[in-house]
């Protein structure tokens, strides 16, 4: 399973924007990136995913880079209701597998 | 409308006494997963279903084992439960594409106590 870094814990002001960082450099030509966050006592929730284009949709957008290594979420402006831990995991498609790395916990400040 | 649905949110077992947790699904999914997350920790995959297929994971003790009936849903069962089994166990749902363009839908978990 291919490895993803990203960094253990950021810090936001509220209605401020979020750049979430992830590196995977040994990303295969076929991984798609995906980004779940896990609110406190609640199960993982999709937020977003892409292959090699930036994406968009209602809660993120995800930018990736030109040769793939990294990926970035984007959180336009960050709300109290967005703090969580934050997951980039890659999907190989050779598996069904989504494997979890060690996540960013995303404290954001009133 | 919850569509995975993980039942008890939570459940206490005595040490070494066999427990089943369980899950159900309302999106036919074809591949189910269970998921151990201690404290502070990420999720980690114990296996996985795809259809009717067994998937173990390399490092999944034979302690924990799985059952999967029909499509809609999917047990675990620990048989001899150990302290450091104490944890959150999470299911999840995903529909299989032949690529790795599907997310992955989890249900609320069960946080088991060992006592």
């Known amino acids: 399973d291919a490895k993803t870094t990203q960094p253990n814990s950021m810090e936001s002001n509220e209605e401020e924007p979020v750049h979430l960082p992830c590196n995977h450099s040994t990303i295969s030509g076929t991984d798609y990136i995906h980004w779940y966050r896990q609110l406190p006592s609640q199960g993982p929730e999709y937020v977003i995913h892409g292959l090699t284009s930036n994406v968009n949709n209602r809660m993120a957008s995800l930018a990736i880079a030109e040769d793939r290594k990294s990926s970035t979420l984007i959180l336009h402006r960050a709300t109290l209701r967005d703090a969580a831990v934050y997951y980039c995991i890659l999907r190989s498609s050779t598996g069904n597998q989504f494997y979890f790395g060690t996540g960013t916990s995303l404290t954001v400040i009133p | 409308d919850a569509m995975v649905i993980q039942n008890p949110r939570y459940q206490v077992t005595q040490f070494g006494k066999p427990v089943t947790l369980s899950c159900s699904q309302t999106l036919n999914h074809n591949v189910m997963y269970w998921y151990q997350q201690k404290s502070s920790q990420a999720p980690k995959l114990l296996f996985h279903?795809?259809?009717?297929?067994?998937?173990n994971e390399a490092d999944t003790p034979d302690n924990f084992q799985s059952r999967r009936p029909n499509t809609s849903f999917c047990f675990l069962d620990i048989r001899s439960p150990g302290l450091g089994d104490a944890a959150m166990y999470l299911c999840?749902?995903?529909?299989?594409?032949?690529?790795?363009?599907?997310?992955?839908?989890f249900g609320q978990g069960t946080r088991l106590t060992v006592v």
């Open positions: 999840a749902t995903s529909r299989d594409s032949g690529r790795a363009n599907t997310e992955a839908f």
């Open positions: 279903y795809y259809d009717k297929d067994f998937n």
